[in-house]
DNA sequence: TTAGCCTAGGTAAACGTTTACCTAATGGGT
DNA sequence: ACCCATTAGGTAAACGTTTACCTAGGCTAA
């Protein structure tokens, strides 16, 4: 159906093999006028190779598989946005899944990549540990972000964000203000990355000599909607004049909480959220929040992706990013 | 490095067609104990089919492309993540491309996806008109959603939203509330998704014996930062009181814009989305919009596509997607 | 002259599957 | 005893590339 090389080397009165150098430009030895041709001809017959074959031999897709637990959390769709861009600078294309927190889709995703041949994978965190096996047997070059992962030789990188810090930054923005009773929305209490910022979160209190009361926590998921009811479960049961949103997401969604209980954002209840997505400064109240840079982290990893498959002694990155505060309007 | 079929033949004892019938299901002339065997190596040594190769003999991946031309638009998101779940209900995965609204980006995913064998394209509305050429050259099946689109044989379907009727509800909501003076602000104003809904927006005036200033329409695109700078501008040079925008992205923008300028919404000025995208209505003022059922149309582009791929002669579905008011608290 | 080296390009195997067609043995019916 | 069908599985080509190695002619230098 489509044109092949085999059509182009017929018309052009040379085997398939010559018109495959020239093509990948190792055409050292291949006569100027055979190369002219080729070239003319690949554009009249409008020939693109066909990238199947060409992984099939070669062993190499110049794809990189991106994983996500939720598309839909804007952290993510900025995360893979940039993912995108940096691969595609880098004359590689990305494959996108969305795990939504499942370790089974997460699995499933991840033989798909493989079997489809993709040259690696950045991995980020959801809630729980990956199969190690899996990623053991597996033996693609992989970048885990915000993850704990095995210390495997297929690592290329891991990208953090220092969680413990934001969530410290965070807790202690509002103490500054002020306050002194403060809710904890947070993800899977089950996952490191919660743990983490919950540990950041605790010292903050700890150094300001303030108790922390473990009836302010709420940890469950990052979207929007555990933001909401686990507001309404903390308005239910406690009070507090501030929150610590572990997400943005999380944040929109106790802002509405807080103000379908007639409470207004900040006078009545501060509310401060982590990862400064982009809708962040366009909410009618600008959120106040921990700025991690997400662009650059995919930047990051795409880069670190990329150095180990061009040459897998590259020395492993390890990066923690350090988040700072972004103070808007909501505290 | 990986297990392949040969593997599994040779320590099977067969050869490796044996093997290929038995994952495919061809085995009806395969005995019990061979298919048994062959089952519990595959089982044993983790094998899992090379979709490369496979891809290359049988023409078909199973893969099908989506092209949208701004992920981080909640919009394109939600649409990506149904269209994502709705494929793999029927064994197919996805590929996202992010067009970016250019279209040279956008041919370039084309060819992407056509080298990498995908089996049919989604294609969602960008502003520009697509290379009807590239597209008659790829002959891969297609299902347009939102855009004027060449008829091509390889058109399995069209996905269509009835934006005329959209933004006629959608000013007609506002004039009824008894407004006079409405703004209206849109994507790229050479696109015909721009110009039907101008043309709602008009004979909603029309109907209702109002004139329509053209001081108060703004068009360029459909992200936030449009609504905001486009709504900077309206107020700069004319008063309304209520602002027709063409996607809740807009919206969020314009209600930014004017909160900057000491107005509040609805009370100084009603504003009223489309798309109804997640998060209106979780926005501090809940989004009055126009809800057009973004899974649903995921569902039906997917499905009518993969019907197209079962059967190239199935009738082509062309669906128009009634668009509906949402009224929440900004109108 | 001849060994050796360019230059220009061809040959064929390989990547991991699928599939149309072949074979060989067995069994049943007449 | 012969024919034909059925069962169980094998053979080899094909998909579209890439690449290691080969060839053949011509030139150069000793």
């Given at each position: 159906?489509?044109t092949?090389?085999?059509?182009?080397?017929?018309?052009a009165?040379v085997s398939?093999?010559?018109?495959?150098k020239?093509?990948?430009?190792?055409?050292?030895?291949?006569?100027e006028?055979?190369?002219?041709?080729?070239?003319?001809?690949?554009?009249?017959?409008?020939?693109?190779?066909?990238?199947?074959?060409?992984?099939?031999?070669?062993?190499?897709?110049?794809?990189?598989?991106?994983i996500?637990?939720?598309?839909?959390?804007?952290?993510?769709?900025?995360?893979?946005?940039?993912?995108?861009?940096?691969a595609?600078?880098?004359?590689?294309s990305?494959?996108?899944?969305?795990?939504?927190s499942?370790?089974?889709?997460?699995?499933?995703?991840?033989?798909?990549?493989?079997?489809?041949?993709?040259?690696?994978?950045?991995?980020?965190?959801?809630?729980?540990?990956?199969?190690?096996?899996?990623?053991?047997?597996?033996?693609?070059?992989?970048?885990?972000?915000?993850?704990?992962?095995?210390?495997?030789?297929?690592?290329a990188?891991?990208?953090?964000?220092?969680?413990?810090?934001?969530?410290?930054?965070?807790?202690?923005?509002?103490?500054?203000?002020?306050?002194?009773?403060?809710?904890f929305?947070?993800?899977?209490?089950?996952?490191?990355?919660?743990?983490?910022?919950?540990?950041?979160?605790?010292?903050?209190?700890?150094?300001?000599?303030?108790?922390?009361?473990?009836d302010?926590?709420?940890?469950?998921?990052?979207?929007?909607?555990?933001?909401?009811?686990?507001?309404r479960?903390?308005?239910?049961?406690?009070?507090?004049?501030?929150?610590?949103?572990?997400?943005?997401?999380?944040?929109?969604?106790?802002?509405?909480?807080?103000?379908?209980?007639?409470?207004?954002?900040?006078?009545?209840c501060?509310?401060?959220?982590?990862?400064?997505?982009?809708?962040?400064p366009?909410?009618?109240?600008?959120?106040?929040?921990?700025?991690?840079?997400?662009s650059?982290?995919?930047?990051?990893?795409?880069?670190?992706?990329?150095?180990?498959?061009?040459?897998?002694?590259?020395?492993r990155?390890?990066?923690?990013?350090?988040?700072?505060v972004?103070q808007?309007?909501?505290?």
């Amino acid at each position: 159906m489509a044109t092949t090389i085999k059509d182009i080397a017929r018309q052009a009165g040379v085997s398939a093999a010559t018109v495959s150098k020239v093509l990948n430009r190792k055409d050292h030895s291949i006569g100027e006028k055979t190369r002219e041709k080729i070239w003319s001809l690949v554009k009249e017959l409008n020939y693109t190779p066909n990238s199947i074959a060409r992984s099939l031999i070669t062993r190499s897709s110049r794809v990189i598989g991106v994983i996500v637990p939720d598309i839909l959390n804007a952290y993510f769709t900025e995360l893979v946005r940039a993912c995108d861009q940096a691969a595609r600078e880098r004359g590689y294309s990305t494959i996108l899944c969305n795990s939504d927190s499942d370790p089974e889709k997460e699995a499933s995703h991840l033989t798909f990549l493989a079997s489809h041949g993709v040259d690696g994978i950045v991995l980020a965190a959801s809630d729980l540990i990956p199969d190690a096996h899996l990623l053991e047997r597996l033996r693609i070059p992989l970048v885990s972000m915000d993850r704990e992962i095995p210390d495997l030789d297929c690592l290329a990188a891991r990208i953090d964000t220092d969680y413990e810090t934001g969530a410290f930054l965070s807790a202690s923005h509002l103490i500054r203000a002020g306050h002194r009773r403060i809710a904890f929305v947070s993800g899977n209490p089950l996952a490191s990355n919660t743990k983490i910022r919950r540990a950041g979160f605790e010292r903050a209190h700890r150094e300001a000599g303030l108790p922390v009361d473990p009836d302010l926590i709420e940890c469950g998921a990052f979207n929007h909607r555990f933001g909401l009811v686990a507001t309404r479960t903390l308005l239910d049961r406690t009070s507090f004049s501030a929150m610590c949103c572990m997400s943005d997401m999380l944040a929109m969604g106790a802002t509405v909480a807080l103000r379908e209980r007639g409470l207004s954002v900040p006078e009545d209840c501060a509310v401060i959220g982590f990862d400064n997505i982009y809708i962040a400064p366009l909410l009618v109240r600008p959120l106040s929040t921990i700025e991690r840079r997400i662009s650059e982290s995919g930047y990051l990893a795409i880069g670190a992706l990329i150095d180990f498959l061009d040459d897998p002694t590259h020395p492993r990155r390890m990066v923690l990013m350090e988040p700072t505060v972004i103070q808007r309007e909501t505290t």
